[in-house]
C-alpha cells in the first residue's frame, strides 16, 4: 500500500470500526502504518483488495456487516438494501468487459448482490439472487467452475447448512446450478 514494493497487511478491526494497515518490510516484520474509520457502528468485516480503478495503486473494499452498505474506492459507499447486513465480497469480471465487478453475500437478506461496473468507474447496476428464504449468505467466492469460459459464483449458506453454485453467463448474469446440501456448519 506505500508503494515500496514490499508485501502489507490490510485489516478489519470491528470493534473499533477502521481498517488498518500494516507496512511490511519483507523481513517478517510488519509496522502499523495507517488506520482509516470506518464510521461508528459499521463493523467493518471482509475486505478485497485489487486495483478497482485502475489507478496502479490497490483499493480497499469493505463489506460493513453493521450497515447496509460497502465502502468501495475512496470511502464511496453503494447501498446493498435495508437489514442486509453484508458479509462478505469477491471480485471478478462478471460481463467480460475488462472491468471489474463485484459481488457480495448478505447475511440479513439471505442473497447475493451483484454491482457491475461502467466505463466511468460506477457501479450503477445492481443483480440481486437469492440464496433461499432464511439461508444466511455467509461468504462468496468465484472461480472458472464449468470450463465454460465464464467466472462463477459459489456461496456458502450458514443457517441453511448448504453451498450454492451460480453459473456465469458470460453477461453478467447467472444461472443457479448446483446446490449442495447437509454441509454442517457451513461458513
Do not use: W
Not at 470491528?14 to 523481513?27: D, P
Not at 490497490?58 to 465502502?71: A, M
Not at 468465484?142 to 441453511?160: G, R
Amino acid at each position: 500500500f506505500n508503494n515500496d514494493q514490499k508485501l502489507d497487511l490490510a485489516i478489519t478491526k470491528s470493534g473499533t470500526n477502521e481498517i488498518v494497515i500494516l507496512f511490511g518490510f519483507g523481513n517478517e516484520i510488519f509496522l502499523l502504518g495507517k488506520s482509516y474509520s470506518t464510521n461508528i457502528n459499521s463493523v467493518p468485516y471482509k475486505l478485497a483488495i485489487t486495483d478497482l480503478n485502475n489507478g496502479k495503486k490497490l483499493d480497499i473494499l469493505d463489506t460493513n456487516f453493521g450497515y447496509d452498505y460497502e465502502y468501495f474506492g475512496g470511502m464511496t459507499t453503494y447501498s446493498t438494501g435495508q437489514n442486509s447486513n453484508p458479509h462478505s465480497i469477491a471480485i471478478a469480471d462478471f460481463n467480460q468487459d475488462k472491468q471489474l465487478d463485484i459481488v457480495v453475500a448478505n447475511y440479513g437478506t439471505s442473497n447475493i448482490e451483484i454491482f457491475i461496473r461502467f466505463n466511468n468507474g460506477t457501479f450503477d447496476s445492481m443483480i440481486t439472487y437469492s440464496t433461499e428464504i432464511n439461508s444466511a449468505a455467509y461468504c462468496v467466492a468465484v472461480a472458472y467452475l464449468n470450463n465454460d469460459s465464464f467466472i462463477d459464483i459459489v456461496v456458502t449458506n450458514s443457517k441453511t447448512n448448504n453451498i450454492m453454485i451460480f453459473f456465469g453467463l458470460g453477461d453478467g448474469n447467472f444461472k443457479i446450478g448446483v446446490l449442495i446440501s447437509n454441509c454442517h456448519n457451513m461458513r
